[in-house]
């Protein structure tokens, strides 16, 4: 508790500062409250409390100070230092009762402070002056917040303080975090090593590693989100974000080979490390010992560049020269730039420099000295004259320096640019330096041509054709009006000359750049052919001139400025905007003028002209496309012509609709023909949806034209016409249908006559004038026909009075009245129908069976009645006289066959003799042969159901659906009928169909009789069936091959199988007997008792009880168990067969208890196998291997005994007296066997020499159970490894344990390809380890002088591992070495040494070495001037000496060159042999840098081959 008890007083350890540790772990400490009162951090306010009044209070001198200050009071106030507790206990205090006893509260910490804060405070068991002087010095602390700590809300709703796992008061929160970074530290350290250690070998990976640092990591990042420390802990999510991150950082370090790791970090690891291990290797007497013979520094060892050092360059410098405009390019002056420039700015640019920006500057490149003067010679094109101009003050001229040449004084290669600002043809004529002499000048240099930059504008043309509406805007942008036929396209070329001209002035010829812009899509106008026109005035005064002067005109007369016009012309066939803009121009002289930078930018974004006002290089011409009007589709397919109608449900009158097209508002001009008249008329409309014609008049409606804002257009030249639709009329007429045997006129015959438009519908009302007060009724005729007739025969007597009241057409749906009357008297006619309203009539009979069929009749009585009966294709007639009554039943005889009959009602007659022809008055009967047919559908030998199941009936039943079926039970007594109705079944179609019927119990049913509507006949051989039950299955031991166990303890006497050996194949088995159905499956249970068991045989005393399942398909045997050695006993438990799947139990029976209840429960005794194995032992008798094997298996990794023999001591390279001496000194092998078997024993013994095959050994009559083995002599004489094992042992019983699998004997040895000999004991002889230098190595060099930088490689031979022990300038190392080449890097020059190899295993087997010592020398170095870069100006046929300067030991041998300056090229190369001296001069006059690229001494060279 930082130096004193939880319960001590604070006032006995002195003022304890605000913060300590100390006052915090009293008050977090488990079973701690608040601070005592009357302590000098909480001073006493209650006597009650005995806790506190009880300690004896003692005050500071710190305290004192304090109280006289007024700073500590009875009750401390939030702002004292004393007051970071609550004056009421912690027990009763809620907001400490948030944190557990091993956490920290954000009270504890106090307000505004951490757990840094607090755990950064020293001990609080100081002196009380200092602790005094202390809190004097500090300030009082800010006041407290007596609430509850900040909680964050998790998940769930619950509340989760952030705190640490591990309590503060046992470890605090800073070192909580020094240690978890520490471990992190450590973790990281290790993991680079491991992963340095194995990028040294390329392509190696491990798989060990990859595992090792995936659980590693895993563990960190899980103790990271466990332990929750402050500022370290990170979220559930992050953890597995962080292991998935691990396991791929890891999984490219150590397990792949070619990995994103490999690819791109482990280069870089690589060389840090390289650099990291030099670095810890530098240090003195540490580093090589830290570091040792790391192969990573072998590998990546590089000599100094330093052994060669210096270059010499001579760079010849030309003489002076001058040349005007040497890539011969052409300049141009802007006039229009240059007129705008004020009047000063020429005389300004004399005195400080040419810098106007409208003068054209013509480089002169000067290689050389500074010039003195520069004069060049003018010639103007306007006049030809040649004017000289020099210019003085060369400093005043813009100048660029190309370089400069320090060794030469003021040489310089600088470009000087003339200023220009008159158009004319300008030459270099002599440039001087300050002393007077003259630069060199390009010989036929052609002068420099200076002509006027071209220029060009677009102009609408002031005789432009004003048709189509052309028209400028303010904007200066044009409209026009498309062109559409080709007469007013070829009239338009013949009189425009176009709209639109480009003026261009400048160097003839010229070439232009003209792009048209036509609805966003991009062309280029080509002007080839069109001729310009010229707007240049021919000079005037050419006549004064003479032939010389003349001549000069003509031969600069081609560079002159001259202006042209060029007509642009369109046929402006498409709508849209045109865009012209000129985009470039390019005069003769390759001088182009981009148009588009003049003056706003962005004029074409793409395929998109930008808006604003035209410009002397862009122009807008928007063509309107013409506008067109035209009768909608809608009313083009409609049914024409159109018709006008009074009626409300047709139309008075159309909106006629139009389709326009075009700039808004419209104006549509039309007229209307009717016969003679014509009316002319015209409409505007303001948008175009919507647009329709009000047509109220008949007649032919034109469109003539249409106008919209910009142009006119033209109409569609079809027609729409209206006409007027005449009312509908009608003619009505009869003619009387007589009848003279019915009494006269029996009906009327009407005719109408229709005019309108079909279809028609007559409307009349038909009245009985016999029965005044009846309602009329209204009857309609429809046809589509202008002729029609229809009948009026009623079946009632009386006069009719027929009244046509509306007549209807197409054109007049509502109708138009008309009146039309129709008076016919009719006398009425008999009539016979089959009465159906006294019940259904019946469809079907049975043959032989009578039938009746009801009649009723209307008319005037007696009737006569004719019907026919027709059957297949004959009909039979019958007449019926004298029915009085109206309702009548026709009885039809009993069917002799069986069919469909027809029954007709063909006439009726009255009793006035008017007969009448019945018309489809019919119905069907169907007659049946016979009644369903039935029977069984059971198996020869019945039908077998298992005992309790109750057995479904096959039956086969044909007829009509459903039939009722009885059957009975065969001798029952109870003579009891069963009854069973057989139903169709669901989506059965056919008469015929099989169904069941339930038996009530095994035995023999028989069927009785079947019917449906008629009855039905049972089929005689399959009128009975039979019904039995399975008989249950069983299965037994079978005890033919079975004995009695005499020795029983228990006198059980069960039956038992012959005792087997332990490992043995069975030679018998328990045979079953089974009846029932197969297959069958059986359960059993098999009871063990081990051998050791001493109530072996007692159920309840097992030491195993498994249950198996077996299935048998016949007769079969149970295979008992062959494992373990003890007493087994089998029990059947149950059986199922094919037919019983429930399991039938067994009664578990030592004996035959029934015929069908055999032996259930039989034993079988299984004897131990004899274990041995094979024991070492040193010649005084102690274990050298105090393992026992486990039971039934020997060691699978026994300790190796090793023995070391120096090189000549083994019998293949000794004698065998010498071999023999070593027998004392060689372990004792003993076999040794368990007491379970039976001597006397046997026992074969497989040995492996250190060479050849492998040899078994027999050991026979082994009386005990443990005897030594004595090796031949010619099994262990040679050097290696040799090995014995056990591969079988039998005692007396005849009991054997096979150790090895007998296809295994003799495949052990290495000349089978096994790495290793399972089990035995293993004995290796081995001779000591040698080095020698590997061939390839410079350590095989016979006079041991080896080269700085040589790696000295040594083969070594012997185990696997080695230590070395060599000398590096008399410091001793050693270093362990698992590779078989061992190497190490010379990298200083002195002596080394190669001293002892020892093998790891056996380190005191070792060899010593006196030949491997070499001397190591340094690389020579070679200085070429100095080992400096030195870069060296000469004129030519000076001359240069270089020296070089050699260190190292002569005669030496060096390469050098002489290169080009740009170090492409070797000009020449030289080879100086056998030099004594240490220093060599060249004498050099040729130009190129002079190198060295080989060095060589008495010992080394660079660079190495």
């Not at 202008?786 to 027929?802: I, W």
């Amino acid at each position: 508790m930082n130096g004193r008890q939880a319960g001590a007083p604070v006032g006995s350890q002195g003022l304890t500062p605000v913060g300590s540790p100390n006052r915090i772990k009293r008050r977090t400490a488990p079973g701690l409250g608040s601070p005592r009162f009357g302590s000098p951090q909480f001073p006493r306010t209650d006597a009650q409390n005995p806790e506190s009044s009880a300690e004896p209070t003692r005050s500071t001198f710190a305290e004192r100070i304090y109280q006289s200050t007024g700073r500590l009071r009875a009750h401390p106030e939030p702002g004292s230092s004393f007051g970071l507790v609550s004056q009421t206990p912690i027990a009763q205090n809620n907001n400490f009762n948030m944190h557990s006893p091993g956490q920290l509260s954000q009270l504890d910490l106090g307000a505004g402070s951490s757990a840094d804060v607090l755990a950064s405070t020293g001990s609080p068991a100081k002196s009380g002056a200092a602790s005094a002087a202390a809190a004097l010095r500090r300030a009082p602390p800010p006041p407290v917040t007596m609430s509850a700590p900040a909680v964050k809300p998790v998940k769930g709703g619950a509340v989760q303080a952030s705190t640490s796992a591990i309590p503060a008061t046992v470890i605090d929160l800073p070192s909580q975090r020094m240690y978890a970074l520490a471990v992190l530290g450590l973790l990281v350290a290790w993991k680079l090593y491991d992963a340095i250690s194995l990028s040294v070998d390329v392509g190696r990976t491990s798989f060990y590693l990859f595992v090792k640092w995936c659980l590693l990591d895993s563990a960190m990042w899980y103790g990271a989100w466990f332990l929750r420390i402050p500022r370290l802990s990170i979220l559930s999510h992050t953890m597995y974000a962080l292991i998935s991150l691990s396991v791929f950082i890891n999984l490219n370090l150590f397990y792949l080979t070619m990995s994103v790791l490999t690819l791109a970090v482990k280069p870089v690891a690589v060389s840090l490390a390289t650099g990291w291990l030099r670095s810890v290797k530098s240090i003195p007497w540490l580093g090589p010992r830290l570091v040792g013979d790391s192969d990573l520094l072998i590998d990546s060892f590089e000599l100094d560049e330093a052994h060669i050092l210096g270059r010499h360059t001579i760079h010849i410098l030309p003489h002076s020269l001058t040349h005007m405009n040497p890539q011969g390019r052409s300049f141009c002056i802007d006039e229009a730039q240059l007129r705008a420039e004020p009047w000063y700015q020429k005389y300004a640019s004399g005195l400080f420099g040419h810098s106007g920006q409208s003068q054209t500057l013509i480089p002169i490149l000067i290689n050389g000295t500074h010039p003195d003067s520069i004069s060049y010679a003018y010639t103007s094109f306007e006049t030809g004259q040649r004017q000289l101009r020099t210019i003085k003050n060369t400093g005043a001229l813009q100048m660029e320096t190309n370089a400069v040449y320090p060794t030469l004084g003021n040489w310089v290669m600088a470009t000087y640019y003339l200023p220009v600002s008159e158009v004319g043809a300008y030459e270099i004529f002599s440039v001087k330096d300050r002393k007077g002499l003259e630069f060199r000048t390009a010989t036929q240099a052609p002068p420099t041509i200076v002509v006027t930059c071209p220029q060009a504008q677009l102009q609408w043309l002031d005789n432009a054709h004003t048709g189509d509406n052309f028209v400028v805007g303010n904007d200066g942008h044009a409209s026009i009006c498309q062109r559409i036929d080709q007469d007013h396209m070829a009239e338009s070329r013949s009189t425009d000359d176009g709209l639109l001209q480009v003026v261009v002035e400048g160097y003839e010829p010229i070439e232009m750049t003209v792009v048209r812009l036509v609805n966003g899509h991009r062309e280029l106008i080509s002007l080839d052919g069109i001729q310009p026109q010229s707007m240049e005035a021919q000079p005037t005064h050419i006549e004064t001139l003479n032939a010389t002067q003349i001549a000069a005109i003509e031969k600069w007369s081609r560079f002159k400025t001259r202006k042209s016009a060029y007509t642009l012309s369109d046929t402006f066939l498409r709508p849209g905007e045109y865009v012209y803009k000129l985009e470039s121009i390019r005069d003769a002289a390759n001088h182009s003028v981009v148009m588009s930078g003049l003056g706003g930018k962005g004029i074409f974004d793409g395929n998109k002209a930008a808006e604003g006002k035209a410009t002397s290089y862009m122009a807008r011409i928007q063509v309107h496309r013409r506008p067109s009007a035209g009768w909608a589709d809608a009313l083009l397919n409609a049914e024409l012509p159109l018709r006008l109608s009074d009626d409300r449900a047709r139309k008075s009158d159309y909106a006629l609709p139009l389709t326009l097209s075009g700039t808004g508002p419209w104006t549509v001009n039309y007229i209307i023909v009717n016969g003679d008249e014509v009316t002319q008329e015209s409409k505007t409309f303001s948008k175009a949806t919507d647009s329709t014609i009000d047509a109220r008049r008949p007649g032919t409606y034109h469109l003539l034209d249409v106008d919209d804002k910009f142009c006119g257009g033209q109409a569609s030249r079809a027609n729409i016409t209206l006409v007027q639709a005449p009312k509908p009329a009608a003619n009505v007429s009869s003619t009387p249908i007589t009848a003279h045997e019915c009494g006269g006129e029996i009906g009327a015959l009407v005719e109408l006559e229709l005019t309108g438009r079909p279809p028609f519908a007559v409307h009349y009302r038909e009245r009985n004038l016999r029965f005044p007060n009846s309602r009329p009724i209204t009857r309609i005729v429809r046809t589509q026909q202008r002729r029609h007739s229809f009948k009026v025969m009623p079946d009632m007597a009386g006069t009719y009075e027929l009244e046509f009241f509306r007549l209807e057409d197409d054109n007049y749906p509502s109708g138009q009245p008309m009146s039309a009357t129709i008076e016919q008297a009719i006398h009425a006619q008999p009539s016979a129908k089959i009465d159906t309203l006294n019940g259904r009539i019946s469809s079907r009979a049975c043959m032989g069976e009578e039938l009746e069929l009801p009649v009723r009749l209307k008319g005037q009585g007696p009737w006569e009645l004719v019907y026919n009966i027709v059957y297949e294709n004959r009909r039979t007639s019958k007449t019926v006289s004298g029915i009085t009554d109206e309702s009548y039943t026709i009885a039809l005889g009993a069917f002799d066959n069986a069919g469909e009959y027809t029954i007709e009602l063909a006439q009726v007659k009255d009793g006035n003799q008017c007969a009448r022809d019945l018309i489809d008055v019919s119905t069907v009967v169907t007659v049946r042969e016979g009644g369903p047919r039935v029977g069984f559908q059971c198996p020869d030998n019945g039908i077998h159901v298992l005992d309790g199941e109750q057995a479904q009936m096959p039956i086969n039943v044909a007829g009509e659906f459903p039939v009722e079926v009885q059957y009975h039970k065969v001798g029952d007594a109870s003579d009891h009928v069963h009854t069973a109705t057989i139903r169709r079944k669901p989506q059965q179609q056919s008469s015929s169909q099989l169904a069941s019927v339930i038996a009530y119990g095994p035995g023999e049913y028989e069927l009785l009789a079947a019917s449906d509507i008629c009855a039905g006949t049972i089929d005689a051989q399959r009128a009975r069936c039979s019904v039995h039950v399975e008989a249950k299955p069983s299965a037994w031991f079978v005890t033919d091959s079975l004995r009695r166990d005499s020795n029983d303890a228990h006198d059980t006497g069960i039956w038992r199988l012959h005792e087997s050996c332990e490992g043995a194949a069975l030679q018998s088995a328990f045979e079953l007997g089974l009846s029932g159905s197969g297959p069958w499956k059986i359960d059993y249970r098999v009871d063990y008792w081990a051998t050791g068991n001493a109530r072996s045989g007692v159920p309840s005393f097992t030491d195993r009880t498994i249950t198996h399942s077996l299935v048998v398909l016949q007769t079969s045997t149970l295979k008992p168990e062959c494992c373990e050695p003890g007493l087994y006993r089998y029990t059947l438990l149950s059986v199922r067969d094919e037919r019983y799947q429930k399991p039938q139990m067994l009664l578990a029976a030592h004996e035959a208890v029934a015929a069908e209840a055999g032996v259930t429960v039989v034993e079988h005794l299984i004897t131990k196998s004899p274990l041995a194995e094979l024991r070492a032992y040193s010649p005084d008798g102690t274990p050298l291997d105090t393992s026992s094997s486990s039971r039934g298996s020997f060691r699978r990794q026994p300790r190796s005994i090793k023995h070391c023999l120096a090189p000549g001591q083994s019998k293949s390279d000794g004698d065998a007296q010498t071999w023999a001496k070593l027998h004392k000194y060689l372990p004792v092998f003993r076999i040794e066997f368990e007491p379970s078997g039976k001597a006397p024993f046997q026992a074969w013994v497989e040995v492996f020499p250190a060479s050849g095959p492998s040899e078994v050994v027999h050991l026979e009559d082994i009386a005990g159970y443990s005897q030594p083995i004595t090796l031949p002599d010619h099994v262990a004489s040679q050097i290696g490894r040799y090995h014995m094992r056990l591969v079988r042992t039998r005692d007396a019983r005849g009991c054997e344990h096979q150790f090895v699998d007998p296809s295994e004997v003799g495949l052990g040895r290495a000349d089978h390809g096994s790495a290793a000999i399972a089990g035995g004991i293993e004995i290796e002889y081995i001779e000591a380890p040698n080095a020698r230098p590997a061939s390839a190595s410079p350590a095989a060099n016979p006079s041991r002088n080896v080269c700085v930088g040589d790696v000295l490689a040594f083969e070594l031979r012997g185990l696997n591992s080695w230590n070395v022990d060599y000398s590096y300038n008399s410091a001793r190392r050693s270093t362990s070495v698992t590779k078989r080449l061992f190497r190490r890097i010379a990298d200083v020059p002195g002596n080394f040494t190669l001293e002892r190899v020892c093998h790891r295993a056996a380190n005191e087997c070792c060899s010593e070495f006196d030949d491997l010592s070499y001397a190591v020398h340094d690389i020579p170095r070679v200085l070429v001037s100095g080992g400096k870069d030195v870069y060296q100006d000469i004129l030519e046929g000076d001359m240069v000496d270089i020296r070089l300067d050699l260190v190292g030991a002569p005669p030496f041998t060096f390469t050098w060159q002489r290169r080009s300056i740009d170090g492409a090229k070797v000009l020449e190369s030289h080879t100086v042999k056998d030099l004594d001296v240490f220093s060599y001069t060249i004498s050099a006059a040729s130009e190129g840098t002079f190198e060295v690229t080989f060095v060589q001494d008495r010992y080394c060279q660079y660079p190495k081959a």
